[in-house]
């Protein structure tokens, strides 16, 4: 019995020994890989009304066991990519400067791409992007910089600007589809040049498939009961036809666009063992269930929700090459982040009597320059419109020696007599305003003072703004007001499985994830996490 105590004993101590021996896992407590998937126009009311369409391996898997954010808010309406910027910054557009997918050029009077930079060339475009429109550092910046550079950072998105915000200044790369001829493609800026992206256009080119692809509806059974009869009779069928020069553009903003960013993702976390290493590893990835702007039928309700069906089989197509990546004993983060639902949609048929009409920008900055001339003398003083703002020459005005406020007041006065203008305003009055105060424009915080316009106006709902003034990327589109919130669904280990109900800044999602990722918070995130 004695020599059997002593046989115990020193069993014991030579398995504490080797157990001292072993290296302390680095890793214990974070999970292997963050992924954070941003999903333009994701509506809580619209995907909890589809559960019961889903299979069980996409969105239900992620809504069982996780935080969700029923009501995430943005302040007041941002577009897709500066709704983006908010999420992997933790900062607002006048603190991070990204206010939208382009900006208003003064030099050629034209609004750019707002990620335009000479400096660095593109690898499969002629595109001339970088990340460096972003003033604060991201969520992939501090991931890559945990590790010091060993831990790697992907971003794969239809457009380029989303694609940059996710991999942010330190990324490995960042992928996006050209308009045209519709190829994976990034910018020198960053170091990789991925073989996966590289195989994926030798291989399955969408410039040499787009022709023969077509949005059709999803054959799950009762998917259209919800909707009127003839609906469900006379169903859609979207095709992209090599005589269409705009067809890259409209299929980016279709359903199957999803299908492209998930195959793409299934070869990096294959290639590149994403989360089957030491140092954490992070992909941000950009989907879309966005109301279809490229359908002639105005009602657009059956294309949305077989967007969330299609997508919620792409989501369970990534969750499962992620548990197969994904070594023993590790875990995944997974963020699914909406977008705001466009404040727009296309022009219901004249039949109805909806009242309606057309602003033209074009006019208006002719009107004023008439108006300008009367009061203040010859000169050109509107430089142009862009995106609800008109910019003026704010060079001759100081050369008159006038008042920049006073010159704006007195246009915004013009603008409010003008049909289709509910309201106008200064930039001055806005970044003024109180925060609190409900209005139909940005809030200062939404505003980025060094690029805004000097006027702001508000077009009547149901009134659409003449499309050859601005960026041209959409078919006409008629203004509505909507509420300028989203959703979020964090599923990750430790993270509690709750709604939350109550508003969340949309500002506090960086700092969440990266303190469920033990992640140094951006720079900017000036927000607590959520607890």
């Known amino acids: 019995m004695k020599r059997f105590s002593l046989i115990i004993f020193a069993t014991i101590l030579s398995l504490t020994a080797t157990e001292a021996q ?8 974070r999970p292997a890989l963050v992924v954070t998937a941003v999903v333009n126009g994701l509506d ?26 029923t009501d995430l808010d943005y302040g007041s309406h941002l577009d897709d990519v500066a709704s983006s910027a908010v999420i992997f910054t933790g900062a607002s557009p006048a603190v991070n400067g990204i206010t939208g997918r382009e900006l208003f050029d003064a030099s050629t009077r034209r609004p750019i791409p707002i990620f335009t930079d000479r ?41 380029a600007e989303q694609a940059l915000i996710g991999a ?67 169903q859609f069928r979207h095709s992209y036809p090599a005589s269409d020069p705009r067809r890259v553009v409209a299929f980016k903003e279709a359903a199957p666009v999803n299908q492209e960013v998930t195959d793409l993702a299934i070869d990096y976390i294959n290639q590149f063992n994403l989360g089957g290493r030491e140092p954490i590893d992070f992909l941000a990835l950009t989907y879309t269930v966005q109301p279809y702007t490229f359908s002639t039928d105005p009602d657009v309700r059956a294309e949305t929700i077989d967007a969330y069906i299609k997508l919620d089989l792409q989501l369970a197509r990534l969750l499962k090459a992620i548990d197969a990546k994904l070594p023993s004993g590790a875990e995944a983060a997974i963020a699914i982040v909406g977008t705001p639902v466009r404040p727009t949609s296309p022009r219901d048929d004249e039949k109805w009597g909806i009242p309606s009409g057309v602003f033209s920008p074009e006019r208006a900055v002719s009107l004023m320059k008439m ?21 003026l020459n704010r060079d001759l005005i100081k050369e008159r020696g006038l008042n920049l406020e006073e010159v704006s007041r007195e246009g915004a006065d013009f603008l409010r ?48 703004i003449n499309a050859g003034a601005d960026s041209g990327r959409n078919v006409a589109q008629v203004e509505r007001a909507t509420p300028a919130t989203s959703m979020a669904v964090i599923k990750a280990p430790g993270v ?34 959520l607890r």
């Open 168 to 234: 942010g200044h330190a990324g490995n790369s960042a992928a996006w589809i050209t308009d045209h001829p519709g190829r994976w493609a990034t910018t020198t800026y960053y170091k990789d040049l991925p073989m996966a992206m590289q195989m994926a256009n030798r291989s399955r080119a969408l410039s040499t498939r787009l022709d023969t692809l077509s949005w059709v509806p999803s054959p799950r059974g009762g998917l259209y009961s919800s909707l009127p009869s003839y609906k469900q009779i006379y």
């Open 44 to 69: 809580y009311d619209r995907l909890t009304e589809l559960r019961e369409y889903f299979g069980p391996d996409g969105f239900n898997r992620l809504l069982s066991g996780s935080t969700v954010i």
């Open 417 to 464: 007599k003008m049909s289709g203008v509910a309201y106008a305003t200064t930039l001055r009055e806005l970044v003024t305003a109180p925060q609190s105060e409900v209005t139909t424009f940005p809030i200062a915080r939404n505003i980025d003072v060094d690029t805004a316009g000097d006027i702001f106006i508000a077009v009547t709902p149901g009134w659409s």
């Open 371 to 391: 108006n300008y001339m009367t009061i203040y003398g010859n000169g050109d003083w509107v430089l142009g419109y862009h995106n609800h703002q008109f910019y």
């Open 496 to 529: 509690a499985s709750t709604v939350i109900t109550t508003p969340v800044d949309a500002r506090a999602i960086a700092p969440t994830i990266a303190r469920i990722s033990r992640l140094r918070a951006p720079n900017a995130a000036a927000l607590p996490p």
């Open 119 to 159: 400096t660095y060339i593109g690898n499969f475009t002629d595109e001339t992007f970088s990340p460096e429109a972003i003033r604060v550092s991201t969520l992939g910046d501090e991931a890559r910089l945990d590790a010091g550079g060993l831990g790697a950072v992907y971003s794969i998105a239809p457009s």
């Open 22 to 29: 072993k290296p302390a896992d680095k890793r214990a407590g």
